[in-house]
């Protein structure tokens, strides 16, 4: 089959691929419009009016020929091999610009990313990365890498988080979500490869005590089971094992309000900060229905609630202790049956799955995809630094008020921001330089309401991800107050020092903002 190119603005769209799936699929103009209608369509209205489609038919996509080979084409239904691949770029184009190699740099600057449609028939946007500056609305932070590929020939690169929709039959949303996890590992990180359908089946075979194919989905342990044999140390967070009632005797809530979260939901955003994409599992008991999704970042901004959080007191020192992670925020999720990059808040997010009964419908557990060597979870972390705050060597002064943020990042990416003159300054900032750290430290930064809409912080902890917090301080340094507090490995002991430093800037490349 020889391969045709079409490019189309806005106006244009429907018409486009209709006669697409009509030349390369023999569909009916009918049934093409349908299919456009209520499958493709609403990925196309989330995008900028500017958005200029060039479509290549003929195209082979690997994700699709897995499955094709795997179980589409031992079906009578005669299944095509090939798909039809639509590249987003933004502003006009034209077939002379890919010939044109002084072009080639503008092309780049206008590519947006790509989306593939495959013949299984109604559900046929297969995969796909999408710039969040192709969206309407992108005033979001999340989870990106870049993903290379070519348009016409040429080689484009994309930074996004890839998306598919389920075909219902060899993948559900289950798989859908597993291939997505492992399609943005590997491409961002060594340790890691991405994952083609038939590998996901094969990896659960193991742990199957029916067929497979056509698949009936994945239960939570299922998919953490895959994910850990792909190299990931997991862990599972289930809603029912979270009671508000316990609580540190000395930390307790001291105000209720519409933006106060718990425990569960606090977890959850203190590892969206950390930039690792989570699986959420929703149930819907009412209707026997069960889903899968990918959080994977939040709204651009959220000044408009600090003054307003939740606050956890020390009553006897008068400390006011504000946690970021309180903050109820809207998240970034990716949904197999949406257009990528939709927000909502927790709650609102599994409405539209929630049928006549809403609160039969909720996040029942959310699966943290961690690197293996990472000991200490962020329940740990968070309450180590706030027990430190409260009672460590150098406690918080009496009737103090702080806000306290606490994440996961890469010592490497933090060491390269402190280098490029990013965060902290001075003999604090060649102090930490010359500190041996783990691959991943926690980092809990200290500051004021005022400080933190600017984007600062007054104080700094760094936590080793490698110690559970069983036997061994985690504290590697912590800095505020004018001083300098380090653990001594051998000595077992806290070792501090007078230090003078100025505010600095707060870290934030776990999240990319667009």
Excluded at 207 to 219: A, M, T
Excluded at 260 to 289: D, H, K, M, Q
Excluded at 357 to 371: D, E, L, Q, R, S
Aim: net charge negative.
């Amino acid at each position: 089959m020889s391969i045709s190119i079409y490019i189309a603005t806005k106006p244009d769209w429907k018409n486009l691929i209709v006669t697409l799936l009509k030349e390369q699929y023999s569909l009916e103009d009918c049934f093409g419009e349908h299919i456009f209608s209520k499958y493709v369509s609403p990925h196309f209205d989330v995008l900028r009016d500017d958005v200029t489609l060039l479509a290549e038919s003929g195209y082979v996509d690997g994700f699709y020929r897995d499955s094709y080979y795997q179980y589409f084409s031992s079906k009578l239904k005669n299944y095509s091999r090939d798909c039809i691949r639509l590249s987003l770029f933004s502003g006009k184009i034209s077939e002379d610009d890919f010939a044109n190699s002084s072009r080639y740099k503008e092309l780049q600057g206008k590519y947006l990313g790509f989306y593939v449609l495959r013949p299984t028939f109604p559900n046929i946007l297969g995969r796909s990365v999408i710039s969040p500056k192709a969206m309407k609305n992108n005033d979001i932070r999340i989870c990106t890498c870049q993903f290379e590929t070519t348009a016409l020939g040429l080689k484009f690169q994309v930074e996004g988080f890839p998306h598919s929709s389920q075909d219902t039959e060899i993948i559900t949303c289950a798989e859908t979500t597993l291939w997505a996890v492992m399609e943005y590992f590997g491409e961002k990180y060594s340790n890691y490869k991405p994952v083609l359908p038939s590998i996901i089946i094969n990896q659960l075979t193991s742990v199957s005590y029916e067929r497979q194919i056509p698949s009936n989905g994945l239960n939570v342990d299922k998919i953490s089971y895959a994910l850990k044999e792909f190299g990931f140390g997991t862990r599972i967070y289930a809603l029912d094992s979270f009671n508000e009632k316990k609580q540190n005797d000395e930390v307790k809530k001291e105000a209720e309000n519409e933006n106060t979260v718990g425990e569960f939901e606090r977890l959850l955003s203190c590892y969206v900060e950390s930039g690792i994409p989570l699986v959420l599992a929703i149930e819907n008991e009412a209707e026997s229905f069960a889903h899968a999704l990918l959080v994977v970042g939040r709204k651009d901004n959220c000044d408009d609630k600090i003054d307003n959080m939740p606050s956890y007191f020390d009553k006897g020192k008068n400390i006011v202790i504000y946690d970021y992670d309180s903050v109820r925020r809207k998240l970034v999720y990716v949904d197999d049956n949406r257009p990528v990059y939709q927000t909502g808040y927790l709650p609102d997010l599994v409405a539209h799955y929630a049928g006549d009964n809403p609160k039969a419908c909720k996040v029942t557990h959310f699966i943290v995809p961690f690197y293996p060597k990472i000991y200490l979870e962020a329940f740990g972390a968070r309450l180590f630094v706030r027990e430190f705050l409260l009672s460590g060597l150098l406690p918080i002064p009496e009737n103090s008020e702080i806000i306290v943020k606490v994440f996961l990042a890469s010592s490497r990416s933090f060491k390269h921001e402190l280098m490029r003159g990013n965060g902290v300054s001075g003999k604090l900032k060649s102090y930490i330089l010359e500190k041996q750290l783990p691959k991943f430290i926690w980092l809990a930064e200290i500051s004021t309401g005022h400080l933190t809409k600017d984007g600062m912080a007054s104080g700094l902890m760094i936590l080793d991800a490698t110690e559970p917090n069983r036997d061994y301080s985690p504290l590697i340094v912590a800095a505020y107050e004018g001083n300098f507090i380090e653990y001594g490995l051998c000595s077992g002991n806290y070792e501090k020092k007078v230090l003078h430093f100025e505010p600095f800037k707060i870290y934030e490349h776990n999240l990319r903002s667009h």
